[in-house]
């Protein structure tokens, strides 16, 4: 047997990080108005032998840079506001590949913001 569970996507730059069943696959992503939020609904099975795996999902705006080993998924529309969010799965961190140097800071910067960058580097 499965089931379909809704999950909200955090709207901050840090990435959603989530608690699935293997064998998980998302079947729909929205921006639901009386929330104010975009929410993810994953299919996944009920057996509770079946193990689980740590996932997380980030939202970008349209034009924001991503690295390529990120996942898209899907759009979520607001349907009364400019804004579209597109939802993609960050790679396990195994399996994503390391930036170095400039490199690493320039997607930092676009993805968290120039201020909360600094902020971060200067901890």
């Not at 104010?36 to 032998?49: A, C, F, M, S």
């Not at 997380?56 to 898209?72: I, K, N, R």
């Not at 597109?86 to 140097?101: I, K, N, T």
């Amino acid at each position: 047997m499965k089931t379909i569970h809704k999950f909200r996507i955090d709207l901050s730059r840090e990435p959603t990080r989530l608690t699935l069943k293997q064998g998980f696959r998302v079947v729909r992503c929205e921006y639901l108005v009386p929330d104010k939020g975009v929410y993810l609904w994953v299919e996944q099975p009920l057996n509770i032998t079946t193990p689980t795996v740590e996932r997380q999902f980030a939202l970008a705006f349209s034009g924001d840079p991503v690295p390529d080993s990120y996942g898209y998924l899907d759009t979520a529309l607001d349907p009364f506001g400019p804004e579209a969010y597109h939802v993609f799965e960050v790679p396990v961190e195994s399996e994503a590949p390391l930036l170095r140097g400039a490199a690493q800071s320039q997607v930092d910067s676009a993805l968290l913001g120039e201020a909360r960058y600094q902020r971060a580097t200067a901890n």
